[in-house]
């Protein structure tokens, strides 16, 4: 299921029917419109930070010899809001300031199969 082709998700597939961003226990819940449930730790969704900065990032350490040693200590981010984007996209607010990640729901439905 790692290889999703994101052309080949129907309508259904990326329309949240319920989307549920909870600080209390750091997990985002969507529900799906064919039925099917996501459920992320808010860590992982941060791993996956759609912005441009992060994606920098990713790929500078991708290409960095010791890329421990530069790693953040991500469990120590929270979210502290979210808020949606029009019809298509949940934007999200860490406790670090952070928040130009605009996760569109065709990307989470990606995240979703992997
Ligand atoms: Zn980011």
């Known amino acids: 299921m790692s290889?999703?082709?994101p052309q080949a998700?129907?309508?259904?597939?990326?329309q949240p029917v319920s989307l549920d961003?909870?600080?209390?226990?750091?997990t985002l819940h969507i529900t799906w419109a064919d039925g099917a449930v996501s459920r992320w730790p808010v860590?992982?969704?941060r791993q996956h930070c759609p912005c441009a900065a992060c994606r920098t990032e990713k790929e500078q350490q991708s290409r960095t010899l010791l890329?421990?040693?530069k790693q953040a200590p991500a469990e120590k981010?929270?979210?502290?809001g979210g808020h949606l984007v029009g019809n298509y996209a949940l934007q999200i607010e860490w406790s670090d300031g952070h928040?130009?990640?605009i996760y569109d729901y065709r990307y989470l439905r990606m995240?979703?199969?992997e």
Do not use: F, R, W
Not at 9 to 14: D, K, N, P, R
Not at 21 to 26: C, S
């Open 77 to 80: 981010l929270e979210a502290v």
């Open 67 to 69: 890329p421990v040693l």
């Open 9 to 14: 998700l129907s309508a259904e597939q990326i």
């Open 111 to 113: 995240l979703h199969a």
């Open 43 to 45: 860590a992982v969704l």
């Open 99 to 101: 928040s130009s990640g």
């Open 3 to 5: 290889n999703v082709n």
């Open 21 to 26: 961003l909870d600080l209390k226990n750091q």
